[in-house]
Every structure is written in structure tokens, then in C-alpha cells.
């Protein structure tokens, strides 16, 4: 999905294509009935559980501080896509955590946000070239989860203040998927390079954009303190071999102490060998 203001006109899509678009800017009465059927807080549909982003650890974290509606894979709550409409509609808000923080990916969770839910992103530099600032939730605007939290409690309730997020609506138009709109827009980026003398390349073949993407690795860890890092389930590799370590060191001197007479001879007999060389 992607976002047009209303007085824009795309002329190639609308002669050409049809009705790629349409003027589904929503009335005030319109958003104040959507909110109505809205009683809980935050949603996510999530099948990947192993992310390179490490959003698991923040959804966690967060899960600490409200409770969250999770359905997929990753939980024991199957959501076929009537199930996913409803859960929309009852919830406040939608955890749009990307799997990978990456220049220019936006996760296709965040276009949601055109069924009237709030998305919440861990990046805000990311999804801006894209949405209206005041249409998402970044955590990064944020100092830590607990902080995150409270402001979502916050709008939670204060209807107000939560329905400033949907005066995008008013501005900009959502666009209308059609079934062959990807072969449309294939066709019509085709017609246009072979009808312009001018036309050339501006993008970089796939190895070039991946190179230049700057993906971040357990982003979301950085948006935790310590503090909350530490109630998660997340251990870093040092603390798991601390984990190990220690009780075999205890392990250890538990037998020299066991078998200390051993222990001494052993000893002894290094020792002495040991200055005979000498």
C-alpha cells in the first residue's frame, strides 16, 4: 500500500490501469464508530520467532508491562484471516516489529494501519519516507520499554489524544489492490522505459541494494535497558558460558576436596618432576 494525497493525480494509473485508488478519505464520525468496537490494547500476528531484528525479546519486555494479543505460529493461537479482522477491529494498536531493521524495509504488517489500527514500529527513520510521521509508533522516540508503555497506557485512556493518529485519514487517500496490480505496474514501469529516449535505471540490481540496505542485527536489543534485558528470556553468549563455568568449577575442586589425598600425590609427582628438570 502506498500513500496519495487526494489532489495528486496519477495520471498513468488512472487511464491506463483503472481504478488503482480510491477516495476512501474517512469523517470524524467515521473514526469515532471504528474506535467504539475498541477494547483491547495491543495485537500482533507474528510467525517468525527467531528474528535477526530480536523483536521477540522486545515483545516480551513489552508483554511484562501490558498485556498483548499475540496469534501465529510463534504462540499456541491460530488466526485465519476472518479471525485477523476482528482481532483488528477490537484492538488499539498493532505491533508492526520488523524482522530485520533494514534501509528502505517496511514490513507488510504496518499497512494494517488502513483498517483503522495504530501500527507500531521499532524504527522510526525507516518507516517516515513512507507515512505520515503522525500515523505510527516508533519505539526509538522512546527511552526504554517501561516509557513506551506509558504513553501507550496513556492514549489507552485518552480517546483524544489515541485519535490523533488517524488524521491521516483525512488527508490522504488509501489505495485500492486490485489482483493484477503488480502486473499493472510492471507493465507500466515496461511501457515507460521503452517509449522515453531518456529513461534509465535508478535502481541498483538486488546484490547492490542489499549491500547498501545497512541492515542493524538485534536492533531491538538496543532499545532495552539492561534492566529490562535481564527479566527476558535473552541470555548473551558470555552469560550462558558464565552459566557453565561456574558449576563446573565447582564440579572440580568438589572432587579434589573428594579424592584430595589423590590430589596431593598427583601433585607431588608434577612437582617433583617438574624441579628435577630444573
Known amino acids: 500500500m502506498i500513500m496519495i494525497k487526494p489532489k495528486i493525480i496519477v495520471t498513468h494509473c488512472t487511464l491506463n490501469y483503472g481504478n488503482c485508488f480510491k477516495n476512501i478519505t474517512l469523517k470524524h464520525f467515521q473514526i469515532n464508530s471504528a474506535i467504539k468496537f475498541k477494547s483491547k490494547g495491543l495485537l500482533i500476528l507474528v510467525s517468525n520467532c527467531d528474528t535477526l531484528s530480536s523483536r521477540e525479546y522486545l515483545i516480551e519486555a513489552l508483554s511484562q508491562q501490558l498485556p498483548i494479543t499475540i496469534y501465529g505460529k510463534c504462540s499456541k493461537n491460530d488466526c485465519n484471516s476472518?479471525?485477523?479482522?476482528?482481532?483488528?477491529?477490537?484492538?488499539?494498536?498493532?505491533?508492526?516489529?520488523?524482522?530485520?531493521?533494514?534501509?528502505?524495509?517496511v514490513t507488510e504488517k504496518f499497512w494494517r494501519m488502513k483498517d483503522l489500527i495504530v501500527p507500531i514500529v521499532l524504527n522510526r527513520n525507516v518507516t517516515s519516507p513512507v507515512a505520515p510521521d503522525e500515523s505510527f509508533?516508533?519505539?526509538?522516540?522512546?527511552?526504554?520499554?517501561?516509557?513506551l508503555a506509558d504513553y501507550l497506557n496513556l492514549l489507552m485512556n485518552n480517546m483524544?489524544?489515541?485519535?490523533?493518529?488517524?488524521?491521516?485519514?483525512?488527508?490522504?487517500?488509501?489505495?485500492?489492490?486490485?489482483?493484477?496490480?503488480?502486473?499493472?505496474?510492471?507493465?507500466?514501469?515496461?511501457?515507460?522505459?521503452?517509449?522515453?529516449?531518456?529513461?534509465?535505471?535508478?535502481?541498483?540490481?538486488?546484490?547492490?541494494?542489499?549491500?547498501?540496505?545497512?541492515?542493524k542485527l538485534n536492533y531491538a536489543l538496543s532499545l532495552m535497558t539492561s534492566e529490562e534485558l535481564?527479566?527476558?528470556?535473552?541470555?548473551?553468549?558470555?552469560?550462558?558460558?558464565?552459566?557453565?563455568?561456574?558449576?563446573l568449577m565447582f564440579l572440580i575442586f568438589a572432587l579434589m576436596y573428594a579424592y584430595r589425598d589423590l590430589s596431593f600425590y598427583v601433585a607431588k609427582v608434577i612437582l617433583s618432576r617438574f624441579n628435577s628438570k630444573i
Open 82 to 105: 476472518e479471525c485477523e479482522k476482528a482481532a483488528i477491529k477490537e484492538h488499539l494498536f498493532y505491533l508492526a516489529f520488523e524482522n530485520s531493521i533494514c534501509n528502505e524495509y
Open 137 to 147: 509508533i516508533a519505539v526509538d522516540d522512546f527511552q526504554s520499554v517501561e516509557k
Open 160 to 215: 483524544e489524544e489515541y485519535k490523533k493518529y488517524f488524521s491521516w485519514t483525512k488527508e490522504y487517500k488509501k489505495t485500492y489492490d486490485k489482483p493484477n496490480l503488480a502486473c499493472n505496474l510492471c507493465k507500466f514501469a515496461w511501457e515507460l522505459r521503452t517509449n522515453s529516449t531518456n529513461a534509465k535505471s535508478m535502481l541498483p540490481t538486488y546484490d547492490e541494494w542489499i549491500s547498501q540496505s545497512q541492515c
Open 230 to 247: 535481564n527479566k527476558t528470556s535473552f541470555f548473551p553468549l558470555h552469560k550462558k558460558l558464565l552459566f557453565l563455568i561456574i558449576p
